[in-house]
Every structure is written in C-alpha cells, then in structure tokens.
C-alpha cells in the first residue's frame, strides 16, 4: 500500500511539474511575440535611418543590421515558436495520457528549448545593443 500511495505522489509531482512546463512555454511563446513586435519596431527605425545614412561603410553596416533583422523576424523567432508549440502539444498528450514514464523525454526536450530560448534572448538583446548603438553614430 504504501508502494501505491508513493507511484501517486510521484504522478501528481510530475503532473505538476508537466503544468509548469506548458506554463513555461506559454510564457516562451508571449516573449517570442514580442520580440517580433520589436523586431517590427526596429525594421521601423531602420526604415527611418536609412534616410540618414551617407556613406559606403554607413550602408553596408545597415545592409547587415537589416539583413540580421529579417532572419531573426522571419525565420529564427518563428522556428523556436514553432518548436515551443510541438512541445507544448507533446506535453498535453503526455498529460492526457498520464504518460508518465516518459519523464526522462519530456524533461531533456523542455530543458533544450529552455536553452535555445534563453541564446536566442542574449542574442536578440546584443543586436539590439548594437543597433542603438549604430544608430547613434548616424
């Protein structure tokens, strides 16, 4: 009996923890639109120095900080929100199932994503940093 009682304290821990996963990316997948809404901002600004910028070194900075801008917008933010989405569904199977045993899974997938979420915030926080930074010397 006391087996039991324990398998079910362990279902409903890692049920818990399953929760504060999807919560978790949720919360990954509210940043990622609003990086976006940034990155809009940005492409904005650019749109605005470009008519300031005067000479050869000047554009081919721009060119990159544009061309950088469109990956991350187009491509990097929607891949990892793509990916955060597939994992979100994988952790609502697992939970309707009570699929438990999946743990070690479950675990090593979220740990990634929490990984490549976090690189892909320093990232976006150094362009940005740079981009100021460009822009002032305009």
Do not use: C
């Amino acid at each position: 009996m006391a087996k039991a009682k324990s398998s079910i304290l362990s279902n409903q821990a890692q049920h818990e923890m399953l929760e504060n996963f999807r919560h978790e990316t949720k919360r990954w997948q509210s940043e990622i639109d609003f990086w976006k809404v940034e990155g809009l901002f940005f492409k904005r600004l650019l749109d605005i120095y470009s008519l300031k910028i005067s000479n050869d070194d000047d554009r081919l900075a721009f060119s990159s900080f544009e061309e950088k801008l469109k990956q991350y917008i187009e491509h990097v933010m929607d891949n990892l929100k793509k990916d955060i989405h597939l994992h979100e569904e994988y952790l609502s199977e697992v939970l309707d199932k009570k699929a438990f045993s999946e743990e070690y899974t479950y675990k090593l997938r979220h740990e990634k994503l929490a990984k490549n979420t976090a690189s892909l915030k320093k990232e976006f926080v150094v362009f940005k940093e740079r981009l100021y930074k460009f822009t002032d010397t305009i």
